[in-house]
């Protein structure tokens, strides 16, 4: 017997897709001949382990998923047990040490302030750019419109025709159609459009803009726009680690562009405690993109980057747009529901950009 | 509940972590741990729990509580040994039950699931991926074959083959050795 047919055999007699008289006869053949039946018990063996990995693993993946949004929820007191025990515990190892340490870190600090100082002078003449793109050339305003006229040939909606004259980045906080992305992107914008990654326009609004943290939301008005499920990130109300590695989605092109780097400050430009200052490469176009941890969480939004500086940028911390929320809630009575399970923990990059890239929008306007 | 946590049901999930979690968390605080130490204790407890349910010989002869206690008292001494940070005075005050066996089960198939991703690791691309999707994601063979660019379902299905077939062997060479 050939060997694949066998291994056929075996599977469809576990899932039970035999039909009985199949069955009896693959029964009698493993009964009669011990090789067979040696091959059957081996690869069931085999089979067996490979599912419960599979089993075992998507169940840890709920599992993440609860204890996130449990621990978005705060139901354990997250805060207050952390520090104490972390303090506490840390204070009764390492008592010698810390005595030692702070009395070094008291020298250097000494030493070291008159030069920080100098340096930040210079500092001062620095400019940050809002990071949307706003000279789109001739050349993509030509391949727009043929894609305009190649995608009204084909798509049923009728597409708002008009010419944008600025691109930048936004995703979905809640799949009924609230996009997070910039206040400086909407700001003087009449029309605002936003397109998905397979094309598909639709026309937004924005319902909050705050210059201050720099913050907006749209809402998608568009007819057309069907309520997406699933959003596979989660937005946590901490702050973020210095050091962690993170990445982003967002549109400098008129592709979806990927980009890596690491959480440089707790702070942003400044000081301003609002925001981070990662280290990422990004271009106009980037603004309002998400700024996403290993674990899938958004720790920020992309805002602006300073002019004089390499790979300086900053990005508003997520836990501002709770602040947002809660201000649409007041003001308009409007309840935006951000997702509470991430289903990205755990996942290879690819992956998890994979199941990102539908949720990321290319916001455009004129 | 234990049914529906061996279906993997999130509600399940959630419904166990909120009665429990905080009585674990407090027991490994109180024994030299962290919060986030106690996150992963509690997952681990909550996966061997998952396994006993599916095995569906499980007869819960106390409480939940003082199981998920008892197994994850078990897992934190573990990891303070392992640590060197043993603390001989650890903290009992809540009732405890012996959990030997499902330590050991546990402990065997942790490794035999090692064996498995390592030998997933090993066959390389596009075996692991093709693998993957078939029996992990339940994809159809006509869905495989038109994601990994195969003309037919019958083409992707004898690649399959060929990729288990050395998934098997590694498998089994390591298992082997292990023994």
Known sequence: MDENLLLDAIERYRSGQMDEAEKLFFEELRKNNADIDQVVSEHSFFLDQLENLSEQKSFRQNLKGVENKLRGEGVFSENDGQRKSKVVYLWNRYRRTIAVAAAIAGLISFTTATVISKYSENKKAAVITPLVDNKLNQFEHKLNQIEHKLNDATALPVKPKFEANFRATGFLADGSGYIITNAHVVQNAKNIIVENKKGDQFSAQPIYSNTVTDLAILKITDTAFKKVNGLPYTFPKTTAELAEPIFTLGYPREEVVYGEGYLSAKSGYYGDTASYQISISVNPGNSGGPVIDKDGEVIGIISSKETNADGVVFAIKSKNIYTALKEIKKDKDITIKLPTVNSLRDLDRVKQIKKLEDFVFKVKGN | ?179
């Open chain 2, 1 to 179: 509940m234990l049914t529906g946590l061996a279906a993997n049901d999130t509600n399940a999930i959630e419904t166990i972590y909120r009665e429990n979690f905080a009585t674990i968390r407090s027991f490994i605080i109180k024994n030299n741990g962290f919060p986030d130490d106690a996150y992963d204790i509690f997952q681990e407890a909550m996966i061997v729990l998952f396994e006993k349910a599916k095995s569906g010989s499980f007869n819960l002869s106390c409480q939940l509580q003082t199981y998920l206690y008892s197994i994850c008292r078990r897992l934190w001494l573990k990891k303070l040994q392992k640590q060197n940070r043993y603390n001989p005075s650890i903290e009992t005050i809540e009732e405890i039950v012996p959990v030997e066996d499902e330590m050991e089960l546990h402990e065997k198939k942790d490794k035999d699931f090692l064996l498995m991703e390592g030998a997933l690791k090993k066959i390389g691309e596009p075996c692991k991926s093709l693998l993957e999707a078939f029996y992990m994601e339940k994809k159809s063979m006509p869905e495989i074959a038109s994601a990994f660019g195969y003309t037919n379902a019958d083409n992707a299905k004898t690649q399959k083959y060929k990729c288990l077939v050395r998934l098997k062997k590694l498998f089994f060479a390591q298992y082997k050795n292990k023994e």
